[in-house]
């Protein structure tokens, strides 16, 4: 079995071009991740050959699973260069769900109610980034704190960001349960009203709902992308990230771009949350953000925290969410299987010393390092 | 433990306490609020002191573990699912059932630590991100299961939950009749009876609960006064003497990781074996990250960390026990009734602690960093 591994790891090694060569190591974990998922699908009782086929057709069958891929996909661009921002600061933000959902919250608020606030209709050009806007800052401000904390007292961002999803899922079950549930006499969920016209952004093509949130991730990657290799910030936030010291030494400040690059890493966050209040939803219902803190992690680490390969991972994992349903119709394995194989491609990706072991890589010539423990 | 840090948990103790005395008194003795508040208070830290000694295993021996809410929730299932299998499918009582469940919940926790394990000590992946892997895992395998389980028509259940064996049946140590018999002897009164009672509610607790104050006492004896301990706790501070004078810091690692693994199970065993029987996704909600900050606030000590336990435990039965006084809680306190809000602070208490505002805790020197030969 290993000999077959090792020669499939040889024969693609040789067949790429170099600049392919440092996306192996993803290929490779997601081939095996979808390989042993098979072998769950088929030790529940399903055909995996199937079942593959049927995520492959609910996700590229035709343009209208394409555009529902693109809408999953859409949250997963914006929550994963959240994640890789803050890991290339050095910093490990488990916090994007809590960000995600305040972000959404409040756009949700500024879209529905600012209207009656001011006694008079904004026009959509003013509406829309407005409350894009307010939503991204509120991840901002969220993020904010635990990288404050982190800065300044050395409390750890990992356990503080968890705690602050915690709080905010806290918050929010008050929020739409209280003061901003949906006053409609049959509602009994706990959602906002519905947003103005005015604060909806539009899909791009009549009759799909792939909206015009798509594009604005893609260009939001390609500022990520420019932020971080073109500014000065960008190089202050990557070496804070790879030796504070030299950092320090270099007259970096240290504190201020910690506590900068968690509030960027939120505003990406936050921004998710927006999207799928303005272009998707409309409302914000309690629960929908849950899982997605998670999945920007995986995301984030399976595009190596480059902006590119998070887009592209983005995508991958859009396709397989947006797949299952398919899935499960043709081979009655619940769409939660998904979870496990992203799990496995989390799992092989993170430790690509498995991965390198089983076809026979030889190791990248540095170790990156992407967090540090209670000490530092 | 320091003086600063005791007086603070002491503080914070009776600032929780006090806010549900003031606000159930007018319907509720205090002394029999104050008894359901411990009660709460010690019965809700069992999982937060398991996950606790289950951190400062791993991390005295130098592996960071924020895997431990991972481990809880797939020890939660896995026990769960083998006591209903026991008593669904081959028929056995329910007793037997649930110790078999507890029996797996352990073993499914150290299969998930040996995982943490072969990642950090083996393969000497980022701890943290091992850790995360652990938690995403056992979210994705639960979630797949239960659902495949129990909701699916073709499985072996039928697609239905079955009726499971129920939980752990509480054990009730007679403090109670011994304050009783006292109250004999300076005849009886109707406080003393109450305060029997009080002793009742409070000394009945679950097996699971009882277990994890032992084996914080017992923790204590094994790293602080055993061989095993002291090497383990060498080759948490400095591994390359540990490995010069012959200790197997690799194997010393592997240990220790399982044993918190199993430590984890167990911890997850009390979600759905003895507080609840049933199973939900995601229900070990947050506590195994509490608890990893309970073990720092406890200075990576069992006694500091099952402390720090209780003080999450009171704020957690603040929020159980005001419910029982919603009714009458006066209108200028009126955001106290919403259970969201008052369920806040055992977060915001984390939060505060790692802020080392209550004294700078120090973590093994080697926490953390693989050791490389």
């Given at each position: 079995m290993r000999q077959l591994a090792g020669k499939i790891g040889e024969g693609l090694k040789n067949s790429l071009p170099s600049a392919v060569n440092s996306l192996l190591v993803p290929l490779l974990a997601v081939l095996t991740a979808v390989v042993l998922g098979g072998i769950v699908i088929a030790l529940a009782g399903g055909n995996p050959f199937l079942a593959y086929v049927g995520l492959f057709q609910g996700a590229f069958g035709n343009a209208r699973a394409i555009s529902e891929t693109a809408i999953w996909a859409t949250p997963y661009i914006f929550a994963g260069l959240a994640v890789a921002l803050a890991f290339k600061g050095g910093l490990f933000n488990i916090g994007a769900e809590g960000q995600l959902a305040f972000g959404a919250v409040v756009s949700a608020l500024i879209g529905y109610a600012l209207p009656g606030w001011l006694g008079f209709d904004l026009p959509a050009i003013i509406h829309i980034p407005f409350a894009i806007l307010c939503g991204g800052l509120t991840g901002a401000l969220w993020a904010a704190i635990p990288g404050f904390l982190k800065a300044y007292t050395g409390g750890h961002e990992v356990i503080n960001t968890i705690m602050m999803n915690y709080i905010a899922l806290n918050l929010t079950s008050f929020l739409l349960n209280g003061p901003m549930k949906d006053p409609n006499p049959n509602n009994v969920i706990a959602r906002t009203p519905v947003i103005a016209e005015s604060a909806r952004l539009a899909p791009l093509f009549e009759g799909y709902r792939i909206h015009w949130g798509f594009l604005l991730a893609l260009l939001v990657a390609f500022l990520v992308w420019v932020l971080l290799w073109k500014t000065t910030l960008g190089f202050e936030i990557r070496t804070v990230g790879a030796n504070p010291d030299a950092a320090r030494y270099a007259g970096i400040n240290v504190k201020r771009t910690i506590v900068l690059t968690m509030a960027l890493s939120g505003l990406l966050a936050g921004m998710a949350g927006t999207i799928e209040v303005t272009a998707l939803n409309h409302r914000h219902e309690l629960?929908?953000?849950?899982?997605y803190g998670f999945d920007a992690i995986a995301i984030a680490l399976l595009g190596k925290t480059h902006p590119l390969g998070v887009v592209i991972a983005a995508i991958l994992f859009g396709a397989m969410r947006n797949g299952a349903t398919r899935m499960q119709f043709l081979t009655q394995i619940p769409v939660d299987v998904i979870s496990v194989i992203q799990a496995l491609i989390l799992l092989f990706v993170a430790a690509d010393a498995i991965i390198r072991y089983i076809y026979r890589i030889r190791a990248a010539s540095e170790r990156v390092v992407l967090t540090r423990g209670w000490g530092g | 433990m320091d003086w600063k840090r005791f007086l603070f948990i002491l503080l914070v103790i009776a600032v929780l306490f006090g806010a549900v005395v003031l606000v159930g008194m007018v319907k509720q003795e205090p002394i029999i609020i104050i008894a359901s508040m411990l009660a709460t208070t010690i019965t809700v830290a069992t999982p937060l002191t398991l996950g606790a000694l289950s951190g400062l295993f791993c991390e005295r021996s130098g592996v960071v573990n924020i895997g431990i809410e991972g481990m809880m929730l797939t020890a939660a299932f896995f026990g769960w699912l083998a006591a209903i299998y026991m008593s669904s499918i081959f028929g056995f009582p329910a007793l037997p059932s649930l110790l078999v469940g507890v029996f797996f919940a352990i073993v499914s926790g150290g299969l998930m630590a040996l995982l943490h394990a072969a990642l950090s000590v083996t393969f000497k992946v980022d701890q943290i991100i091992g850790g995360t892997v652990i938690n995403i895992l056992a979210i994705g395998i639960t979630g797949f299961l239960n659902r495949q389980l129990f909701f699916e028509s073709g499985s072996v259940f039928g697609g239905t939950v079955p009726h499971g064996p129920g939980t752990l049946p509480n054990i009730l140590i007679p403090v109670g009749q011994g304050v009783k018999a006292i109250c004999g002897w300076f005849g009886p009164s109707e406080s003393c009876l109450t305060f029997a009672n009080s002793m009742d509610k409070i000394f009945s607790q679950g097996p699971i609960t009882y277990a994890a104050i032992l084996l914080v006492i017992l923790s204590h004896f094994v790293l602080f006064k055993t061989t095993w301990g002291l090497r383990t706790r060498s080759v948490g501070e400095h591994p390359r003497a540990a490995d010069t004078v012959g200790i197997n810091v690799a194997k010393m690692r592997y240990a220790n990781v399982i044993l918190g693994g199993m430590l984890a199970g167990l911890g997850g065993a009390y979600f759905t074996l003895e507080s609840v029987p049933s199973f939900e996704p995601l229900m070990t909600n947050g506590r195994g990250f509490i608890a990893l900050a309970a073990m720092i606030f406890g200075n990576w000590t069992p006694f500091g960390a099952w402390a720090a336990s209780l003080v999450f435990g009171a704020a957690q039965a603040m929020q159980i026990n005001m419910q029982v006084f919603r009714d009458v809680i006066p209108p200028q306190w009126a955001f106290l009734q919403v259970s969201y809000v008052v369920g806040l602070a055992p977060y915001i208490l984390t939060m505060l602690i790692l802020t080392g505002i209550i004294g700078k805790t120090i973590p093994p020197a080697a926490d953390g960093v693989p050791y490389e030969k």
């Open positions: 629960g929908f953000s849950i899982g | -």
